[in-house]
């Protein structure tokens, strides 16, 4: 009977580093459930190093008090299984608003060495005060890019940022390139009263694809294209339902790129809805202009 069978000696050792190697592999696979507070899955990107990936728990809300910084190349924050729909987990952003720090980021991916990073299958709820709709100085819900190349963010859900923007992927010193932002949702992103506006995405990397993004109720641009020359926009769906929105698509602002949206691509792209320019005032509220896709200045 193979519970009577008594083990050598020497069969111990291998038996133990079989054990071992299972339990790693058991350890690996796991997600890491909201038990663990934000400085706790702050120190496994840190410890992680390169490669590393925040495997988040299915179905599960977790509310952090500082934003998650990436730390090292190719490392990824997602859920596990990746889901597409609401059992994505849900960051929640809790921290500060205060006279001294306003918590207004989720995911910071602009490091050093933040190249190849992703972000994917996970959801991202800015906790934007309903009752006072104005946006917090400070990033928006997703900030990555600076002088890096190759970060992905997809299939994730951003919505109500305390910040201007949903998602913003920055110049840096103008090193960012090959970004891919794809098969996201996004929106409510600001609101539409007055300069409480709020980006969906607000692209500035050059050589990056955005793409099969679903944009609903951004209130400042749908897609905001800042230079961003070599880049690929195509095939997004952006539509105003419940907020008024500037403009789907504004290819805008001389700055930060100094006016160069050379071989820029913006092609194939789905608008909904009616839009205001930015004419409208404290006293006579949003304008009734239209702008659908709005180049210069
Ligand atoms: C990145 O990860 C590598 C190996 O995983 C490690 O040696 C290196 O110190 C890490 N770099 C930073 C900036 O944490
Ligand atoms: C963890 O997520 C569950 C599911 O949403 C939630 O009920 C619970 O309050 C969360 N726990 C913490 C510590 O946030
Ligand atoms: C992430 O970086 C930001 C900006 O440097 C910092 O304010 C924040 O405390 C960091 N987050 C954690 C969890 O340490
Ligand atoms: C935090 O936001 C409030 C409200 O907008 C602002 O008055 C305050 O100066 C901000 N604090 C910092 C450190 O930016
Ligand atoms: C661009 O980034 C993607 C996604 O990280 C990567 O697969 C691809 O190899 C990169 N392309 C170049 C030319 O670096
Ligand atoms: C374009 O977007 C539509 C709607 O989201 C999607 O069904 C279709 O697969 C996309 N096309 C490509 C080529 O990705
Ligand atoms: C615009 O950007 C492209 C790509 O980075 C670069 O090759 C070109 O020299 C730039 N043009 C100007 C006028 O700076
Ligand atoms: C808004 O614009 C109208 C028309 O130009 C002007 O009469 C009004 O004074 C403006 N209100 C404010 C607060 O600037």
Known sequence: MLNSVSRTPSSWPIYS????????????????????????????LTEGGEGYTLSLCAGQVY???????????????????????????????????TPQVNHTTAVLGDCENCDFIRIKNIMIDGDRDLQNMAPLPGGGNIEIGGANQGQIVENVRSFNPRGWSCLHIAEGPFACSNATIRGNDIGPCGSDYFQYWADGVSLSCANSLVENNDIKDATDAGIVIFGSPGSTVRNNTISATDRVMLGGINMVDFDPWQGNFSNLLVENNRIYGGFADEYGNSSLGVADQPAVIKLGK
Not at 19 to 43: F, Y
């Open 63 to 97: 509310s952090i008090t500082q934003s998650l910084n990436f730390t090292n190349t190719s490392q990824e924050i997602s859920t596990e299984g990746y889901p597409t729909d609401s059992t994505r987990a849900m960051l929640v952003v809790s921290g500060p608003k």
């Open 17 to 44: 580093i079989l054990c071992s190697i299972l339990a790693a592999t058991v350890v690996r696979s796991a997600c890491v459930d909201n038990s663990t507070d934000t400085a706790g899955l702050q120190k496994l």
